[in-house]
């Protein structure tokens, strides 16, 4: 089975640090996503990635940024957390034509 | 913590009866479709798929039931559990090739009650 694993599952953080979040998948996928997600929002995505040092916008990437140095890691930043970005996020990670395989969710209070 | 399930349709079904959640899409173009199940606390996972040249799939006590003609996907859960109850999202590949992106639902709270 594939493994996306998020590094951390509670996260607490102040107004303007820079926060980063990692996801490592296991599977050798080529495409990653971030999302957050929000009572009555749904999932949206941040940003995604199909291959090493690519990345593209989602519908929401004002305020983040991401990193893909190595295929199986894909980081999300946060360069100074607000705390409109208290939610909880969650890696994916695809082979072609699949469905996401989903990490287990980081959940991020900003205060 | 704020639970994902809040804000959300909601539908309660006694244990042992069948569930079916409904799910309406928006592109006609999408050629795949995929139900989640969210327990709180956890990330979703992958349930069961189906492709757009399909319009019934099967697998252990779920159905999946699409109708493109009305843009519209069911989920149906035979003998509900306790265990089944979750968050469900379906979702929507709008996208082929390289890059394949899916749009969610928002998603439905099945409660089952004991």
């Known amino acids: 089975d594939v493994k996306v694993t998020q590094s951390s599952r509670y996260l607490v953080k102040r107004t303007g640090e820079k926060v980063f979040l990692e996801c490592v998948q296991d599977m050798d996928h080529e495409n990653m996503f971030w999302y957050r997600q929000d009572p009555g929002l749904g999932l949206r995505l941040i940003y995604f990635?199909?291959?090493?040092?690519?990345?593209e916008k989602g519908d929401i990437p004002e305020g983040y940024s991401v990193s893909r140095e190595k295929k199986e890691r894909f980081s999300l930043i946060l360069e100074s957390a607000s705390t409109n970005q208290t939610s909880m996020y969650l890696c994916?990670?695809?082979?072609?034509?699949?469905?996401?395989?989903f990490g287990s969710g980081t959940r991020l209070t900003v205060v | 913590g704020e639970s994902v399930g809040l804000h959300l349709p909601t539908l309660s079904v006694q244990e042992g009866d069948n569930s079916i959640i409904n799910c309406a899409y928006s592109n006609s173009a999408s050629d795949y479709f995929i139900w989640y199940k969210q327990e709180s606390g956890k990330g979703p996972q992958f349930i069961i798929d189906?492709?757009?040249?399909?319009d019934k799939r099967q697998g252990q006590r779920v159905t999946v039931l699409l109708n493109k003609t009305v843009k519209h996907l069911s989920l149906q859960i035979a003998a509900t559990q306790p265990g089944d109850s979750a968050v469900y999202f379906c979702?929507?590949?709008?996208?082929?090739?390289?890059?394949?992106?899916?749009?969610f639902g928002t998603g439905t709270l099945l409660a089952v009650q004991p």
């Open positions: 189906i492709r757009s040249n399909m």
């Open positions: 990635s199909y291959d090493v040092k690519m990345k």
């Open positions: 979702a929507e590949n709008l996208y082929g090739g390289a890059t394949n992106k899916l749009i």
């Open positions: 994916a990670s695809i082979e072609r034509n699949y469905g996401y395989t």
